[in-house]
């Protein structure tokens, strides 16, 4: 079985500082996506970022960057510059080859003007 | 807007009852996913089709069940309904199934059990 922890419940940041969210996660396979989905208050589910296991290369998109340890299974989420509209909850989700999907219990962030 | 529909928006029925939730995917997209967002369990992966075929199963209860229909649309059927079962419910869709395609989720249908 593969599970997917975030230790963080709660994280506030200030306006346009830098925030880290953790995530740690198990499997046994060797070829896996993980994500971070953020869900504001509209309860849309929106995808932030994706790495895919094979690559060392962290992914990044614009504000939002990954530091993805394979052997320490860590994916962690960095925001830069974060901004009023960042406010979430934040999810870490694990896909594995057979398509089964475990999210993490999410963390809410909350950016303070 | 993701592209994907689902209706009802809001659902409210009594322990025992059956529902049918609907789930429309985007333009083009072949894959269908499930979830269940409740308080006490979470974010939890219920059941995938691709094209028609059930591809992957998740925490799914027996007492629910899935299909994917020929124009792709797919239901989720909650039967035996629990005061426990109250949660919402999201569907996303992708291309094709595998990581490697993003998923576009629906706005959810949020299910009361009373």
């Known amino acids: 079985a593969q599970t997917v922890t975030q230790s963080q419940p709660e994280m506030s940041v200030q306006e346009a500082e830098t925030v880290t969210l953790s995530c740690t996660y198990d499997?046994?396979?060797?070829?896996?996506?993980l994500f971070w989905y953020k869900q504001p208050p509209s309860r849309q589910m929106i995808l932030v970022i994706r790495q895919e296991a094979y690559k060392q290369q962290n992914a990044t998109e614009n504000r939002f960057s990954v530091n993805f340890q394979k052997a320490a299974k860590s994916f962690s989420l960095k925001i830069s510059d974060s901004q009023l509209g960042d406010t979430a909850m934040y999810f870490c989700v694990l896909h594995n080859a057979g398509n089964m999907l475990t999210f993490g219990g999410g963390t809410r962030l909350m950016v303070k003007p | 807007d993701s592209g994907v529909t689902q209706t009802p928006k809001h659902l409210i029925t009594a322990t025992g009852q059956r529902v049918t939730l609907r789930c429309s995917p985007r333009s083009g997209d072949l894959s269908v996913y499930w979830y269940q967002q409740s308080l006490d369990q979470g974010l939890q992966f219920l059941i995938q089709?691709?094209?028609?075929?059930?591809?992957a199963k998740g925490n799914i209860l027996e007492r629910f069940s899935a299909q994917q229909f020929p124009d792709l649309h797919s239901e989720l059927n909650l039967s035996s309904l629990e005061l426990g079962d109250s949660a919402l419910y999201f569907c996303a869709s992708s291309v094709a199934p595998g990581g490697y395609n993003e998923q576009f989720f629906g706005p959810g249908t949020r299910l009361t059990v009373l």
């Open positions: 499997t046994s396979e060797n070829n896996y996506y």
């Open positions: 089709y691709y094209n028609g075929e059930e591809r």
